[in-house]
């Protein structure tokens, strides 16, 4: 308590700018225990929290946490500390908090009357799958309030509520993750409860039988890290990576993987220990190295990190020297790495990286208990698709924009993507005046889907009503230009709030009359007033700008969206830079460069550099084969372009300041392992250097995997469908789904996103399902994006499979299966379980 008490003191120092928004609740006669709840979430809460909510909002919450301890028969059996740590905080990760624990409460305890700790886990959870299913989504994460009113969330955002949902009902729980996984381009993340000092895992919104099993559990048992964050100052003695004095970051792997610690020595030219020295565990995937864990040195130049028994690259550094090593785990104990390197020339190295082996399946809960648990998710299917099936029809919206003299087909989509908050966006275009409507239009197009599902009518009308017109800007370009530069209230991968009016109403009388024509006093404006902590806003959340201006805190890269803000308020144009997400505003029709005085400005020099490839079946695209990173602080950054770039949409050339680059490209095989190669590159100033994105191959990989009885197989589907009665000349592709699982969306996300080149391939593709295993059949009217030729059938108890697939080699097969076979029924391609790019290795083995 005394250590809490220090940082609580030195909390209320750092937050005066919001002392009585966040403080006078203190003086409401608080018991004990509400007072001792309060300092210890202020002590320990990051930047964001103390910037963008009130001390009544906290005490409302803390007090749902006190009542569900009273009133739950494992409330008072729960130690203290786990209480604080895992029961009391609001913030569950990076999502933007709401009052969920308010609402929900009442709904939630008489959910699990009568119910031990972990009986009442599993209830739980089956009351989350009625809300929330998952769905592909952005990085912005959702609160849980605005999780339910869409009905649907990533894996991210499932765990988030439901760990919410848990702590709700005063049970200990926290969202585990994967940060990357090994075997394919993708990460995850679920949850873990604890009861009488063990921890249980159990899949978010994917309710099974028993705790300790999940979909994830054989990918889990392949992972190279498992963790979590442990809110407040270290705790217990879980093992730890790092301990910061606002939370632990937990290594939980050791319960899903077969592990081994290594360790790295570091030294100095000279042979002597490096302490401080940072040292990098790096995964490939997304084709990036990214960094798992980053543990610095001790003073004997030691670091070290239990892992699972893959390949990493290790990378260590201290200012600008460094050096690194790709290691197979199980071969490594002690690296040693002598910080010797420097950033300059041009040379190309090969990787070839191993992933975690597959082991022997693990036990599966009783058919019994897994048939009874599949009705419950069916009957929960049911109950979330009624709520979904009260949202508008095509014909109802299409009704509601003639009324509002408003395109239908916009108006018909705008409402399909803002989901449960529909009521929210009709209201917001009801309210607008006419003069102003094509332009609210124009404005939530352009706005992410998430953006349409969880923003307030009242701040989009802030947005749009106090924004200044386009013709009182200068250097306009084009009604576009206005709508994404300056109307658009979207800057990063903040929760929007009504900062326009706010900016307008507060700021110096001399920044709203000159910084329109002289953006450099917004600069000056937050130099002088904004002080940067990059390291307490850890869970880096964005702060909001209003948050940044009342804190008077803030972390660069929330200061950053804070300006760009401020500019858009004042009508310049303004926008994070594409790749390395620096501040710019536009003047004298050029994009400006800014930077702060805490910050060293590169200069306007500029190199060139154009993308090109010969592979063009498919393209390789950014994030998925390839990334480029610049060199800085003794690490190479990767630039942040779009998601999913191809190749061949990277047109221009890329204005990129001199200095020292990495280009990584990556050939993700169908067993997981990655052919890689680093090209390193120095770039001068007018430079225009022309950079291959070429893939190394394997050719050994195109081997027959097997044959499939084609003719039987179609026997078993639905002539209704309008189904061929014979595979197409180009071959088929198979594919075994569960519809209710994560992993099978993702094969209908990876489909999508290749149609155009599937199409081109001709070839058929057959959706099956088995209902006797899943009660859950394929929605067709959901699915948006699949090749042309796709078709639906069922396989009951895998009959079909059983009878007429020949896989070689011989394998477990898990849930989904995905067959490349050609018109005579040889196996090119298979894989079982779950993985991500399944489109990509389809397309791979095609061409």
């Given at each position: 308590?005394?250590?809490?008490e220090?940082?609580?003191?030195?909390?209320?120092?750092?937050?005066?700018?919001?002392?009585?928004?966040?403080?006078?609740?203190?003086?409401?006669?608080?018991?004990s225990?509400?007072?001792?709840?309060m300092?210890?979430?202020?002590?320990?809460?990051?930047?964001n929290?103390l910037?963008?909510?009130?001390?009544?909002?906290?005490?409302?919450?803390?007090?749902?946490?006190?009542?569900?301890?009273?009133?739950?028969?494992w409330?008072?059996?729960?130690?203290?500390d786990?209480?604080?740590h895992?029961v009391?905080?609001?913030?569950?990760?990076?999502?933007?908090?709401?009052s969920f624990?308010?609402v929900?409460?009442d709904?939630?305890?008489n959910?699990?009357?009568?119910k031990?700790?972990r009986d009442?886990?599993?209830?739980?959870?089956h009351w989350?799958?009625?809300?929330?299913?998952?769905?592909?989504?952005?990085e912005?994460?959702?609160?849980?309030?605005?999780?339910?009113?869409?009905?649907?969330?990533?894996?991210?955002e499932e765990s988030t509520?439901?760990?919410?949902?848990?702590?709700?009902?005063?049970?200990?729980a926290?969202?585990?993750?994967t940060p990357?996984?090994?075997?394919?381009?993708?990460?995850?993340?679920?949850v873990?409860?604890?009861?009488?000092?063990?921890?249980?895992?159990?899949?978010?919104?994917?309710?099974?039988?028993?705790?300790?099993?999940?979909?994830?559990?054989?990918p889990?048992?392949?992972?190279m890290?498992?963790h979590?964050?442990?809110?407040?100052?270290?705790?217990?003695?879980e093992?730890a990576?790092?301990?910061?004095?606002?939370?632990?970051?937990?290594?939980n792997?050791?319960k899903?993987?077969?592990?081994?610690?290594?360790?790295?020595?570091?030294?100095d030219?000279?042979?002597?220990?490096?302490e401080n020295a940072?040292v990098?565990?790096?995964?490939?995937?997304?084709?990036?190295?990214?960094?798992?864990?980053?543990?610095?040195?001790?003073?004997d130049?030691?670091?070290?990190?239990?892992?699972?028994?893959?390949?990493?690259?290790?990378?260590?550094?201290?200012?600008?020297d460094?050096?690194?090593?790709?290691?197979?785990?199980?071969?490594?104990?002690?690296?040693?790495l002598?910080?010797?390197?420097?950033?300059?020339?041009?040379?190309?190295?090969?990787?070839?990286?191993?992933?975690?082996?597959?082991?022997?399946p693990?036990?599966?809960?009783?058919?019994?208990?897994?048939e009874?648990?599949?009705?419950?998710i069916?009957k929960?299917?049911?109950?979330?698709?009624?709520?979904?099936?009260s949202?508008?029809?095509?014909?109802?919206?299409?009704?509601?924009a003639?009324?509002?003299?408003?395109?239908?087909s916009?108006f018909?989509?705008?409402?399909?993507?803002?989901?449960?908050?529909?009521?929210?966006?009709?209201?917001?275009?009801?309210?607008?005046?006419?003069?102003?409507?094509?332009?609210?239009?124009?404005?939530?197009?352009?706005?992410?889907?998430?953006?349409?599902?969880?923003?307030?009518?009242?701040?989009?009308?802030d947005?749009?009503s106090?924004?200044?017109h386009?013709?009182?800007?200068?250097?306009k370009?084009?009604?576009?230009?206005?709508?994404?530069y300056?109307?658009?209230?979207?800057?990063?991968?903040?929760?929007?709030?009504?900062?326009?009016?706010?900016?307008?109403?507060?700021?110096?009388?001399?920044?709203?009359?000159?910084?329109p024509?002289?953006?450099?006093?917004v600069?000056?404006?937050?130099n002088k007033?904004?002080?940067?902590?990059?390291?307490?806003?850890?869970?880096?959340?964005p702060?909001?700008?209003v948050?940044?201006?009342?804190l008077?805190?803030s972390?660069?890269?929330?200061?950053?969206?804070?300006?760009?803000?401020i500019?858009?308020?004042?009508?310049?144009p303004?926008?994070?830079?594409?790749g390395?997400?620096?501040?710019?505003?536009?003047?004298?029709?050029?994009?400006?460069?800014?930077?702060?005085?805490?910050?060293?400005?590169?200069?306007?020099?500029?190199?060139?550099?154009?993308?090109?490839?010969?592979?063009?079946?498919?393209?390789?695209?950014?994030?998925?084969?390839?990334?480029?990173?610049?060199?800085?602080?003794?690490?190479?950054?990767?630039?942040?372009y779009?998601?999913?770039?191809?190749?061949?949409?990277?047109?221009?050339?890329?204005?990129?300041?001199?200095?020292?680059?990495?280009?990584?490209t990556?050939?993700?095989?169908?067993?997981?392992?990655?052919l890689?190669?680093?090209?390193?590159?120095?770039?001068?100033?007018?430079e225009?250097?022309?950079?291959?994105?070429?893939?190394?191959?394997?050719?050994s990989?195109?081997?027959?995997?097997?044959?499939?009885?084609?003719?039987?197989i179609?026997?078993?589907?639905?002539?209704?469908?309008?189904i061929?009665?014979?595979?197409?000349?180009?071959?088929?592709?198979?594919?075994?789904?569960?519809?209710?699982?994560?992993?099978?969306?993702?094969i209908?996300?990876?489909?999508?996103?290749?149609k155009?080149?599937?199409d081109d391939?001709?070839?058929?593709f057959?959706?099956?399902?088995?209902?006797?295993?899943?009660?859950?059949?394929?929605?067709?009217?959901?699915?948006?994006?699949?090749?042309?030729?796709?078709?639906?059938g069922?396989?009951?108890h895998?009959?079909?499979?059983?009878?007429?697939?020949?896989?070689?080699?011989?394998?477990d097969?898990?849930?989904?299966?995905?067959?490349?076979?050609?018109?005579?029924?040889?196996?090119?391609?298979?894989?079982?379980?779950?993985k991500?790019?399944?489109?990509?290795?389809?397309?791979?083995?095609?061409n």
């Amino acid at each position: 308590m005394e250590g809490i008490e220090n940082s609580f003191n030195s909390r209320k120092a750092l937050c005066a700018g919001r002392n009585s928004s966040l403080f006078s609740v203190f003086g409401k006669n608080l018991s004990s225990e509400q007072e001792e709840a309060m300092q210890f979430l202020y002590a320990y809460m990051p930047l964001n929290d103390l910037a963008d909510y009130t001390g009544e909002f906290f005490l409302a919450n803390v007090n749902m946490s006190l009542q569900a301890r009273a009133e739950t028969v494992w409330g008072n059996r729960i130690p203290e500390d786990i209480f604080l740590h895992y029961v009391l905080p609001c913030r569950v990760n990076n999502e933007n908090l709401d009052s969920f624990r308010i609402v929900y409460f009442d709904e939630i305890m008489n959910r699990i009357k009568g119910k031990d700790i972990r009986d009442a886990a599993l209830e739980i959870n089956h009351w989350c799958h009625e809300k929330v299913t998952y769905q592909a989504a952005d990085e912005r994460t959702s609160a849980p309030v605005s999780t339910i009113l869409s009905a649907r969330g990533r894996c991210g955002e499932e765990s988030t509520f439901t760990v919410a949902a848990l702590r709700t009902a005063g049970i200990p729980a926290r969202q585990v993750y994967t940060p990357r996984w090994a075997h394919c381009d993708d990460n995850h993340a679920w949850v873990e409860i604890c009861d009488n000092g063990k921890w249980f895992y159990m899949g978010a919104c994917e309710p099974e039988p028993t705790l300790d099993f999940g979909w994830f559990t054989e990918p889990a048992r392949r992972a190279m890290l498992v963790h979590t964050k442990s809110f407040g100052a270290p705790l217990g003695s879980e093992n730890a990576i790092t301990k910061e004095k606002n939370f632990t970051d937990v290594n939980n792997l050791s319960k899903y993987a077969i592990t081994k610690t290594i360790f790295i020595k570091v030294l100095d030219s000279k042979g002597n220990p490096v302490e401080n020295a940072n040292v990098e565990y790096q995964l490939y995937n997304y084709a990036e190295f990214y960094p798992l864990a980053i543990v610095p040195t001790n003073n004997d130049g030691l670091s070290h990190l239990e892992t699972g028994l893959g390949d990493l690259l290790i990378w260590a550094y201290k200012n600008d020297d460094f050096n690194y090593r790709k290691i197979s785990v199980v071969e490594t104990d002690t690296l040693t790495l002598t910080l010797d390197r420097k950033a300059k020339g041009n040379y190309s190295v090969d990787f070839d990286l191993d992933v975690p082996i597959v082991r022997s399946p693990l036990p599966v809960p009783s058919p019994d208990l897994t048939e009874e648990n599949s009705k419950r998710i069916d009957k929960e299917n049911i109950i979330r698709q009624r709520y979904i099936d009260s949202w508008p029809t095509p014909e109802e919206a299409k009704t509601l924009a003639s009324k509002l003299n408003i395109d239908s087909s916009e108006f018909i989509k705008l409402v399909a993507r803002s989901m449960g908050n529909y009521k929210e966006i009709i209201r917001f275009l009801s309210d607008t005046p006419d003069s102003l409507r094509k332009l609210a239009v124009e404005m939530l197009e352009i706005l992410p889907d998430k953006d349409l599902r969880d923003t307030k009518e009242t701040t989009l009308s802030d947005h749009l009503s106090n924004c200044v017109h386009p013709a009182e800007f200068a250097g306009k370009k084009s009604d576009d230009f206005f709508i994404k530069y300056i109307l658009n209230p979207r800057i990063a991968n903040e929760i929007i709030v009504p900062w326009r009016s706010y900016f307008r109403k507060i700021l110096p009388a001399d920044l709203l009359k000159n910084g329109p024509t002289e953006p450099s006093l917004v600069v000056q404006y937050l130099n002088k007033n904004i002080k940067i902590d990059n390291a307490d806003n850890y869970y880096k959340t964005p702060i909001t700008p209003v948050g940044v201006n009342e804190l008077k805190v803030s972390d660069t890269g929330s200061r950053a969206v804070s300006f760009i803000a401020i500019c858009r308020a004042l009508g310049i144009p303004s926008r994070l830079e594409p790749g390395q997400n620096i501040p710019q505003y536009y003047k004298n029709n050029v994009w400006n460069d800014v930077f702060f005085s805490d910050q060293k400005a590169p200069g306007n020099k500029k190199g060139y550099v154009k993308f090109i490839s010969f592979d063009t079946k498919p393209a390789p695209e950014y994030y998925i084969q390839f990334t480029l990173a610049r060199f800085e602080n003794g690490r190479y950054n990767t630039l942040e372009y779009d998601f999913n770039k191809k190749v061949t949409d990277f047109t221009d050339e890329l204005g990129l300041p001199p200095g020292n680059y990495m280009l990584v490209t990556g050939n993700r095989l169908a067993d997981g392992k990655v052919l890689s190669n680093i090209s390193f590159f120095d770039l001068s100033e007018n430079e225009h250097k022309t950079l291959v994105i070429k893939l190394r191959n394997n050719f050994s990989d195109n081997l027959s995997r097997g044959t499939v009885d084609l003719e039987n197989i179609l026997r078993l589907l639905d002539k209704s469908k309008s189904i061929p009665d014979k595979i197409s000349e180009k071959g088929a592709v198979i594919i075994w789904i569960d519809p209710e699982k994560e992993p099978s969306k993702h094969i209908i996300n990876d489909l999508a996103l290749l149609k155009r080149e599937l199409d081109d391939w001709g070839g058929d593709f057959l959706f099956l399902t088995d209902p006797v295993q899943t009660k859950t059949q394929i929605n067709t009217n959901s699915i948006n994006g699949l090749p042309s030729k796709t078709f639906y059938g069922t396989d009951n108890h895998m009959e079909s499979f059983k009878k007429f697939v020949n896989i070689v080699p011989e394998t477990d097969i898990k849930m989904p299966v995905v067959l490349l076979s050609d018109k005579n029924g040889k196996i090119l391609f298979s894989s079982t379980g779950y993985k991500t790019g399944i489109g990509e290795q389809i397309l791979k083995n095609i061409n």
